[in-house]
């Protein structure tokens, strides 16, 4: 089957830095995505990743090991409005879009 | 900046109607997408659509489900026949190519009663 694994919940502090894993089994794999999604909102995006290694875009980063099917999502200089939901999301076999989403890792940073 | 826009945001029918779900994705955007979440779920793929025909769907998108262009704006998602478990929020979604960031409305709340 197709499966997406991610921590349930985490809890950090403000100024801090954290580590979001994934892990992923899919049939093919086209890209993965990490989307923040703050509660009642829409995901917004974050990142994507289709070949191996790590990707920075300011304070956040991501990173990819097909070999392995696991990702990361390293957010740095943590704020109180990175308390939100991050979800990984793979591209299966076929159309890009055909996403497979994991249940997300609420992340809950603290003063 | 420009942004995917959903209407209605909330939307509650009873069950059995049919409910159309509104969608104006990016205006240089070539691909759409529909996603559902339903409460404390993950997000759901229904089907992507690109050059007016559905591209990818979902087991989730059967025949209850359409989705349409019906002129060079809106995308519209049909939901036949509504039932209970069809109460999620829905989510709309454009990209530029297949393989960029999909930018994603705010959603419409459906509640089937």
């Known amino acids: 089957g197709q499966n997406i694994d991610q921590p349930t919940e985490m809890t950090a502090t403000e100024g801090a830095i954290v580590q979001i894993n994934c892990t992923y089994q899919t049939s093919g794999f086209n890209g993965l995505f990490w989307y923040q999604q703050h509660a009642g909102e829409a995901p917004t995006f974050l990142s994507y990743n289709v070949l191996d290694g790590l990707e920075e875009k300011g304070r956040f980063s991501s990173f990819l090991s097909r070999s392995k099917g696991y990702s990361y999502l390293l957010l740095k200089e943590l704020q109180m409005k990175d308390s939100a939901s991050y979800l990984c999301a793979v591209g299966s076999a076929g159309n890009n879009r055909k996403l497979i989403w994991g249940l997300g890792t609420s992340l809950a940073v603290n003063p | 900046e420009p942004e995917v826009t959903q209407t209605p945001s909330h939307q509650v029918t009873q069950m059995g109607q049919e409910v159309i779900l509104r969608c104006v994705p990016i205006s240089n955007h070539l691909y759409f997408y529909w996603y559902r979440q339903i409460l404390g779920q993950k997000v759901e793929f229904l089907v992507s659509f690109y050059n007016n025909e559905i591209s990818e769907k979902s087991e989730i998108f059967d025949d209850q489900f359409s989705v349409e262009r019906p002129d060079g704006s809106n995308f519209t998602l049909k939901i036949r026949s509504t039932k209970l478990e069809d109460s999620a929020m829905y989510f709309c979604?454009?990209?530029?190519?297949?393989?960029?960031?999909?930018?994603f409305g705010q959603g419409t709340r459906l509640t089937v009663v």
């Open positions: 979604a454009s990209s530029e190519w297949e393989n960029t960031e999909a930018f």
